[in-house]
């Protein structure tokens, strides 16, 4: 069975100083992977996707991920943090299945302090 | 532009009432879901389709319905028998299920609260 843990509740950062919010999996199979982001009363919105092509993935708002298979993490980054970035972020991983196949990391949410 | 269309943005119901919370996908794909998200909480699967005329509970289905009679539409009923409904509800839509890499897309979210 798929699990994702995200390892902090809650991270906060300074305006322009690095981003890293953390996320472990664990799958039967190679699994996809994905990072969303979620503003206050809005749905979520993909940042970016694992999609096995390569292990270190670019996504949207200079935010991107690196694949470790062998430490089964999915770690999203983001070089300089800005205050729109504030916001809550969900790892989530899925397997193919003609089933329920998305399984949702209880989120991070991430502060930028001025 | 193709997207999903969650309405209304805001609900009330009374106790004792059924309220029906609509979603609409012109993204042409075949699976959809309906997700609760409390405050603070990550979100909770509370039924899923992955073709027309066919859907399952996913882990919360208590007190709620869904039919799935039209590709593009997806709409969720909270029956009076959801004791708790206040929440923010969250509808999704995927590309076939059965294939890798293929990400959910989701809608703006309707905030339900208990008059």
């Known amino acids: 069975a798929q699990s994702v843990t995200q390892l902090d509740s809650h991270v906060s950062v300074s305006e322009g100083t690095p981003v890293l919010l953390r996320c472990n999996y664990s799958s039967s199979y190679s699994p996809s992977l994905f990072w969303y982001v979620q503003h206050p009363n809005k749905g979520l919105q993909l940042l970016l996707k694992?999609?096995?092509?390569?292990?270190l993935v670019k996504g949207i708002n200079g935010f991107e991920a690196e694949f470790k298979k062998s430490e089964t993490s999915f770690h999203l980054t983001k070089p300089s943090a800005h205050m729109s970035d504030a916001a809550e972020y969900f790892c989530?991983?899925?397997?193919?299945?003609?089933?329920?196949?998305?399984?949702f990391g209880p989120g991070t949410r991430l502060s930028v302090l001025p | 532009d193709g997207g999903i269309t969650q309405s209304p943005k805001y609900l009330f119901r009374k106790e004792g009432q059924n309220v029906t919370l609509s979603c609409e996908q012109n993204?042409?794909?075949?699976?959809m879901y309906w997700y609760r998200q409390d405050p603070g909480q990550g979100l909770r699967l509370i039924y899923y389709?992955?073709?027309?005329?066919?859907?399952q509970k996913g882990d919360i289905a208590e007190g709620y319905s869904v039919s799935r009679e039209k590709k593009e539409s997806f709409p969720l009923t909270v029956t009076s028998a959801q004791k708790n409904p206040t929440a923010f509800y969250l509808c999704?839509?995927?590309?076939?299920?059965?294939?890798?890499?293929?990400?959910?897309?989701f809608g703006d979210g309707t905030r339900l609260s208990i008059l």
């Open positions: 989530v991983v899925s397997e193919p299945s003609y089933g329920q196949n998305f399984v």
């Open positions: 999704a839509s995927s590309k076939a299920p059965d294939r890798l890499n293929q990400p959910q897309h």
């Open positions: 993204l042409n794909h075949d699976a």
């Open positions: 694992y999609t096995s092509a390569a292990t």
């Open positions: 389709s992955q073709i027309v005329n066919d859907f």
